[in-house]
């Protein structure tokens, strides 16, 4: 009886100590994820910024080239 005692108590010990090892682990993974963090969400600001130009730049070409396509259909229906 003994030492069903004890290997029942060496089990529930190694299995703390395996407990530990894993909520160590997650909690290291969790402290990388955060530490990477500020990185991602500087360069998520850094694309948006990057996009929003694109748009603007898109936007003032097609104005620019109406414009162009109009005043030349009204050269070219004037003239």
Same mark, same amino acid.
């Given at each position: 009886? &003994?030492?069903?005692?004890?290997?029942?108590?060496?089990? @529930? =010990? =190694?299995?703390? #100590?395996?407990?530990?090892?894993?909520?160590?682990?997650?909690?290291? @993974? /969790?402290?990388? =994820?955060?530490?990477?963090?500020?990185?991602?969400?500087? %360069?998520? $600001?850094?694309?948006?910024? %990057?996009?929003? /130009?694109?748009?603007?730049?898109? =936007? &003032?070409?097609?104005?620019? $080239?109406? /414009? &162009? #396509?109009? $005043?030349?259909?009204?050269?070219? %229906?004037?003239?």
């Amino acid at each position: 009886m &003994y030492q069903n005692d004890w290997m029942l108590s060496k089990f @529930i =010990e =190694e299995r703390q #100590h395996e407990l530990m090892r894993q909520l160590e682990h997650d909690r290291l @993974i /969790r402290q990388a =994820e955060l530490a990477n963090h500020p990185q991602q969400h500087t %360069v998520y $600001h850094a694309l948006d910024w %990057v996009g929003r /130009r694109l748009v603007r730049w898109g =936007e &003032y070409l097609q104005a620019r $080239h109406t /414009r &162009y #396509h109009r $005043h030349t259909l009204n050269h070219n %229906v004037g003239g």
